[in-house]
Each structure stands twice: as C-alpha cells, then as structure tokens.
C-alpha cells in the first residue's frame, strides 16, 4: 500500500484566500508530483520534482507554486485562490530511475472549491 | 494529435466477458508503459507496467506492447462488476521526468 499522504481532503473557500495544499510520502521516493483533475476529464501535469530543491513545471499553466526543501515533502500553493482553481488536486511520488521505475503513487487527493 | 490516445468510451461488458481497452503514442522513443484504474471519486492505482513487446499476465489481467505499431492494449478476462472504472494509459520516455497520461476509457461491467 502506497504511503503518501494529502491534507486536507476536502477545502472550501473564498475567493483571495492563500492556500497551501499537503503532500507527503514516506516512502523516500525522489520524485513527486502534482496533477490537477476535473471530474471525468484527464490529468494534467502542474508541477513536478527531481528531488530536493528541483521543482518543474508541469504540461498546465498554473497559477500555484511548490517547494521541496525536504524530500517527503511537496506542498502546493495558491497565492490567491478565484473560483477558476476549483478542482480535485493529486500528489503523486515514483522512484527515480530509468523510466521503470517511474510507476506512480497518488495520495487521496484534495478536492478544492472556491467559492 | 495527443500524444497518448484511448479508444473512446465509454465501454460496457457483460460480467465474465473479456474487456479490451487500447492506447495508441506518438512518441517512438517511449520505453515505459502503464495501466492505471481509477474508480470513480478515488486516485489512480497501477494494475500494469510493460516494457518490452509481447504479452505480460497478471491474474485476470493482460498488457500487450507491440512498440513498431506504437501500441498498448490491456485485456480483462472475466470482467466483474468491480472493474467498472476508469482506465488510464501512460507512457514514459527514459529520463523523460514525467509520465504522458491518455484521457481514459470508463468500462462498466454489468451483471
């Protein structure tokens, strides 16, 4: 079972609000990710990192930022939430190696509405 | 053209029937391949990785890569209820850092 933990599950807010979204695994995966999904459309790649102090951005332009100063840990922000980042958001982590290794833990997901 | 593509859903099978999803990619350098199944209000979970051309058997579960036709398919033997979801392609690039994900095929295993 895959050890990668999202808080909070569930967020409702209004628009302006700074909002930090969690993720953390315990698994000592090098790479971790975020993915942004509407409810039965794709994922989109918003960010992702290599490891400590890496961080990419991902296929989606977005308006949030992450950090990774430690390793298990790759939190996501949004300076200013609008209505238009109401979304399911997905941390994942995948070892690194030579691309088979890349198979993906999610964590549960936050499920964000912005009012 | 996406770079990842699935056969459009969705797709439904009788209970015990054999479920045939497939994915099509772009990229000739892709060297990694993956199924994913993700139920409905929940994350993806792996059910499959591939790497080399042929068939590879987990269970009820088949993948098969034929790389010159740039191709992937995943077959369910004995379809159940429980594999209703939906079902993601991904494929990697070595040290591509990031997986290319299709947009799913939802199957719906009737009883």
């Known amino acids: 079972e895959a050890d990668i933990y999202q808080t909070p599950r569930y967020l409702v807010i209004g628009t302006g609000k700074k909002i930090t979204l969690e993720c953390s695994q315990t698994?000592?995966?090098?790479?971790m990710y975020w993915y942004q999904q509407d409810p039965g459309m794709e994922l989109h790649l918003i960010h992702y990192?290599?490891?400590?102090?890496s961080t990419e951005k991902g296929d989606l332009s977005s308006e949030s930022t992450v950090s990774r100063i430690r390793t298990e840990h790759f939190p996501l922000t949004l300076e200013s939430a609008r209505p238009s980042h109401t979304s399911q958001y997905l941390c994942?982590?995948?070892?690194w190696g030579q691309g088979r290794n890349e198979k993906l833990f999610f964590g549960s997901g936050t499920q964000l509405s912005v009012l | 053209q996406k770079e990842v593509e699935q056969n459009s859903g969705p797709l439904s099978v009788p209970e015990g029937a054999i479920a045939s999803l497939n994915c099509t990619y772009s990229d000739r350098g892709s060297q990694s391949f993956f199924w994913y199944r993700q139920y409905s209000g929940k994350s993806p979970e792996l059910i499959m990785s591939i790497y080399s051309n042929g068939d590879k058997e987990d269970g009820r579960f088949t993948a098969q890569l034929n790389k010159a036709s740039q191709y992937v398919s995943l077959l369910i033997r004995d379809s159940q209820p429980s594999d209703s979801a939906t079902y993601l392609c991904a494929v990697n690039r070595v040290n591509a850092g990031k997986s290319t994900f299709g947009d799913g095929t939802t199957l719906t295993v009737k009883p």
């Open positions: 698994m000592g995966h090098d790479k």
């Open positions: 994942a982590s995948s070892e």
């Open positions: 990192s290599y490891g400590v102090n």
